[in-house]
């Protein structure tokens, strides 16, 4: 496939308001519209096809990366489709691509769909505030949201450390320094390390993905950082679980304090198709760190976060059962996706039924 083809392919994701392009040995061209994959009216891509493709688009230094470790990720911009996130992987001995589409502008809180107390936890000075789901459910959407809103509100130095970039933060009363893995910095870590020495307010990481980020990120946020990341996780809890898993012994019980000390707030949250299966919704948990949520990190008690976050709802707490429910009731989700997507089912129909 020529690159002319590969810029008719990216202009078409543009017009249909693709979020993702899966370029595929093997198939035609596949676009993610509103959740689902619909293939492209083209020939079946070759291996050589792809191994074209991948050539075109990486410069020496990313070949042997890609080379040396059979996975890449980086950014890049184009005229139709704006800024791309680009993952290259192999199978069978050849690369393939998934092309996610980052957007060139960022939406409103209603637009998307998120709580007004998220902003309330993007004001905090300091702290941690996680962004938790699973792949594609739009942490970074909200991650780039809250840095959005800090830009707009704060005279501060946010520094973001990115795998890759997906949107270009103007400088708006903060300054925002954007670091690009194998662009500007080596890795997570080594960049969490040396940005403290940046004189930073707000940090961002694109993700926490070990016990070495993790860790430099807790104490960013215990010394007078606000600290905004986000991590692979289904809900609030597992995402507690996950962090302080990764730590064993006096090691795990120093994270736990640090932990319970420093965190503001989670989010978990994951797309559903809408009832008119034209666009997607969002559906989240929050959490909110107030008292009780620190004892029970500190007790290591995470069986009763649910009860917390139920009773925490005049502190706009929200449970993921409850979110589902009042959005079947807006008729923003169908009854099927609720109950599919709920942690206890039984509850939904319960509430159906009484209703």
Request: one cysteine or more; charged letters at 25%.
């Amino acid at each position: 496939m020529s690159t002319l083809s590969l810029d008719r392919l990216l202009a078409a994701a543009s017009e249909f308001d693709a979020s993702d392009l899966h370029l595929v040995a093997g198939v035609p061209p596949a676009f993610r519209v509103n959740g689902e994959i619909i293939l492209a009216d083209e020939d079946a891509l070759t291996e050589a096809d792809l191994a074209a493709m991948t050539d075109q688009l990486l410069n020496d230094y990313q070949k042997k990366k890609f080379e040396q470790e059979w996975e890449l990720c980086i950014s890049l911009r184009h005229s139709a489709a704006g800024r791309v996130r680009v993952t290259f992987y192999r199978r069978n001995g050849y690369p393939e691509l998934s092309l996610r589409f980052c957007g060139d502008r960022i939406a409103t809180r209603e637009d998307l769909g998120l709580p007004e107390k998220i902003d309330d936890l993007a004001r905090r000075p300091n702290g941690l505030v996680l962004i938790t789901g699973p792949t594609g459910a739009g942490k970074t959407t909200t991650l780039n949201y809250l840095v959005d809103l800090i830009n707009t509100e704060r005279r501060c130095k946010i520094v973001t450390i990115e795998d890759p970039i997906e949107f270009v933060h103007e400088n708006k009363r903060a300054i925002v320094v954007q670091q690009e893995v194998l662009t500007d910095v080596r890795s997570f870590n080594r960049a969490l390390i040396h940005v403290l020495r940046q004189d930073p307010d707000v940090i961002v990481v694109g993700e926490m993905r070990d016990h070495e980020a993790i860790s430099t990120a807790l104490a960013a946020a215990e010394t007078g950082h606000l600290v905004l990341a986000t991590m692979h996780s289904p809900n609030v809890s597992h995402a507690l679980e996950r962090i302080i898993g990764v730590f064993e012994g006096n090691a795990q019980r120093q994270i736990v304090l640090q932990l319970a000390n420093a965190l503001q707030g989670i989010i978990a949250q994951d797309l559903l198709p809408a009832a008119d299966r034209t666009r997607r919704v969002l559906a989240y948990e929050l959490l909110v760190a107030n008292g009780a949520v620190r004892n029970l990190i500190r007790e290591n008690q995470f069986h009763h976060l649910e009860n917390t976050i139920q009773m925490g709802r005049k502190e706009g707490m929200v449970l993921m059962d409850n979110c589902l429910y009042d959005l079947y009731c807006k008729c923003l989700i169908t009854y099927d996706t609720a109950v599919s997507r709920a942690r206890h089912p039984e509850r939904i129909s319960q509430k159906q039924g009484a209703a």
